[in-house]
């Protein structure tokens, strides 16, 4: 069974950052692969980048890319998501999700943190 605990969400000013974190209770959090999504009120969720297991292999969409860096740190079973000139409309829950290596589905959800930024 894999865990996923979400942290580093809050309040900050459009143009500010902020720096998540997801962090894993599995021995096996080097063999997964995550990723980050978000969810704003009324609107679909979204996958907003993913990482392979050992740190390469990073997927960022269109409305992110250049903006967020996805990172992750297997000794310390952590995934990180820095988020750079922040905008209102990144405003959202965010949740990590792990997949296993083969899998397509993403079965491993955490309970997610909320960002919100102010114009």
């Known amino acids: 069974q894999v865990q996923l605990a979400e942290s580093g969400g809050g309040l900050v000013q459009a143009g500010g950052s902020l720096r998540l974190s997801c962090a894993a209770s599995t021995r096996t959090f080097s063999t997964l692969r995550i990723g980050w999504f978000r969810q704003a009120p009324e609107k679909e969720r979204e996958l907003l980048a993913t990482?392979?297991?050992?740190?390469?292999?990073?997927y960022y969409a269109d409305s992110v890319k250049d903006r967020f860096i996805i990172s992750r740190d297997n000794a310390k079973n952590t995934v990180y998501l820095q988020m750079n000139s922040l905008k209102p409309e990144d405003t959202a829950a965010y949740y990590c999700a792990a997949r296993r290596v083969g899998i397509t589905e993403y079965n491993y959800w955490g309970q997610g943190t909320q960002v919100t930024v102010s114009s």
């Open positions: 990482i392979g297991t050992s740190g390469g292999n990073t």
